[in-house]
Nanobody, 122 residues
Framework: QVQLVESGGGLVQAGGSLRLSCAAS????????MGWFRQAPGKEREFVGS???????????YYADSVKGRFTISRDHAKNSLYLLMNSLKPEDTAVYYC????????????WGQGTQVTVSS
């Protein structure tokens, strides 16, 4: 099994930046991708961005249109960690952000972290 633990959430003013981290542990060799999702109050969970890899080589990250150009996903192979750098934050980015992992046998994420709150004040 793989465990995911997010950190780095908090309160920030509009226009500011935050960096989220997600540390993966356990059977990390069983996953071939990681990503970020978010869920705002009263809304469904939505995709933010993801990155997949084959043989340790990362593909280009893929982003939702709503965050493209503002958010950047990166990965540290040695630390089994995923990061989400969020710039030019807007109040509508306020949500609980979840880290997720993909396995080769499932089209969607199969493992979830506990989530971290991001609040952007206007």
């Amino acid at each position: 099994q793989v465990q995911l633990v997010e950190s780095g959430g908090g309160l920030v003013q509009a226009g500011g930046s935050l960096r989220l981290s997600c540390a993966a542990s356990g059977r990390t060799f069983s996953i071939n991708g990681m990503g970020w999702f978010r869920q705002a109050p009263g809304k469904e969970r939505e995709f933010v961005g993801s990155i997949r890899w084959i043989g340790g080589i990362d593909s280009s990250p893929y982003y939702a249109d709503s965050v493209k150009g503002r958010f950047t996903i990166s990965r540290d192979h040695a630390k089994n960690s995923l990061y989400l750098l969020m710039n030019s934050l807007k109040p509508e980015d306020t949500a609980v952000y979840y880290c997720a992992a993909y396995s080769p046998t499932s089209p969607g994420p199969s493992i979830w972290g506990q989530g971290t709150q991001v609040t952007v004040s206007s």
